[in-house]
């Protein structure tokens, strides 16, 4: 069901496993041709092109992409208790994780007279993408609104595809998921259609400075084509995960938690990192058992077969090096001295430590964001947080014996740099010394 793959006698560098490690493939730029009329549709005919798109591409028909206020509150009051309150909690610790990540503002004397402050302002408005492909999920609109409320955004807007079986609404539980949260703006609208709608505006809906959230190929291709025009997050791929594991590890455990992450999307890819022969072996019997009785048996058959793998390495050193390399959207590393390994990984999306910190748990209620950069991109960014929605502003004041101060230096730089300009700009307000007699 899983291959196997041996590193053993094989060490190398990052680049070196990053050759032969399964990852599963998004063809982000073909798919940037497909939405790039639909893209450039609704740049020009607004709500019409994205109506007629929607009827298209999800067989839906909406008169209007606004969800009324009165299907939110429906929504709400039909939620499951149980589904309610734990929404309830995973909002409540997700907020405690968010609320310490927002920074101060700094103000840094730099010569008496003169400073910078650091100022971090909220976007003033973003588009939040939530899913509804394969499945529904609420947990998304916490892990987006949470972060963007907490930095200060003052107007929020939250798109997702619209369901024929909902009366052409997102699905009842996204929208209680957005009325528990106080978001009175949504919009049934999914896919590139979305994405462009948020970059563009229209007559149901305002143009936003940014638009996070993950999707499918064609939300990460409208994305990449519509960056700068509207600020992004990310080009989220298929969802991963990455175990590293020595002989202590649970086969149960591994077998559940790669079965756990294939069960989202048939393009999921999972790696499991061990040198212990005996618990790959373990895991591939645990894996027959478990897969026979998932109720997304095929999803999960698909994903593990395809792009997934076993590694065996020669160590837990090896192993760290091959999971840098891969560099995961989640991790979890269930080894001796689990924390000590972790603490030395440096590139992954969110890391899980322990038996008892699976990454279910981070999907829901562990106070961390699952909104994480996938295909390889954690080597170099970080998921979704606070200090996405907020933009850095210097302050610069100076007082003019401050700037006397430097206009020597400017001369320097402005005339090494054929500018001077620059250099009378500061001299029509500090004249130049007299020179000596």
Not at 151 to 167: F, I, K, M, W
Not at 248 to 260: G, K, S
Not at 364 to 379: E, F, K, Q, W
Request: proline share 6%.
């Amino acid at each position: 069901m899983i291959s196997r793959v041996d590193l053993r006698g094989k060490q190398g560098d990052a680049d070196t496993y990053r050759d032969v490690l399964p990852r599963a493939a998004l063809d982000v730029g073909s798919a940037v041709d497909v939405v790039r009329p639909i893209c450039d549709d609704v740049r020009l005919r607004g709500a019409d092109a994205v109506r007629e798109a929607t009827s298209r591409l999800d067989g839906v028909e909406v008169s209007a992409t606004p969800v009324p206020a009165a299907a939110l509150d429906r929504a709400l009051k039909a939620l499951d208790p149980a589904v309610r309150a734990a929404l309830e909690e995973a909002i409540r610790r997700a907020r405690l994780v968010h609320e310490a990540q927002r920074r101060d503002d700094a103000t840094v004397e730099v010569v008496p007279g003169g400073t910078v402050t650091e100022r971090w302002l909220p976007v003033r408005r973003v588009g939040l993408y939530v899913p509804g492909g394969l499945l529904a999920y609420p947990s998304s609109v916490v892990m987006n609104v949470v972060p963007a409320q907490v930095a200060g955004v003052r107007s929020l807007a939250v798109a997702s595809p619209p369901q024929a079986e909902y009366d052409g609404l997102p699905h009842p539980s996204v929208l209680a998921a957005c009325a528990l949260l106080g978001i009175d703006e949504v919009h049934a609208v999914g896919g590139a259609q979305a994405v462009a709608m948020f970059a563009y505006g229209s007559a149901d809906c305002e143009r936003v400075d940014l638009v996070t959230g993950p999707g499918n190929v064609y939300v990460a291709a409208a994305k990449r084509l519509l960056r700068g025009v509207v600020g992004i997050d990310a080009e989220a791929g298929p969802t991963e995960i990455a175990i590293l594991a020595d002989d202590t590890a649970d086969p149960r455990h591994v077998a559940a938690d790669l079965i756990a992450q294939a069960e989202h999307d048939p393009n999921a890819s999972c790696l499991l990192v061990s040198p212990s022969t005996e618990l790959l072996d373990a895991v591939d019997r645990e894996l027959g058992a478990q897969v026979a009785a998932t109720k997304h048996r095929e999803r999960v058959e698909t994903a593990l077969r395809n792009q997934s793998a076993q590694v065996l390495v020669d160590d837990l050193e090896q192993g760290l090096t091959v999971v840098d390399a891969w560099a995961a959207e989640h991790l979890e590393v269930l080894t001796r001295d689990a924390r000590s390994w972790a603490d030395r990984v440096s590139s992954a999306g969110a890391i899980f430590v322990g038996p008892y910190s699976p990454v279910s748990l981070g999907d829901y209620l562990a106070g961390s964001n699952h909104v994480l950069p996938t295909g390889g991109t954690a080597r170099h960014t970080g998921g979704l947080s606070v200090q996405s929605f907020l933009h850095g502003v210097h302050v610069v004041q100076y007082d003019e014996p401050a700037l006397a101060g430097a206009a020597a230096h400017i001369d320097a730089l402005g005339g090494a740099e054929d500018l001077p300009a620059h250099v009378a700009a500061v001299h029509v307000r500090v004249p130049r010394p007299e020179p000596a007699q």
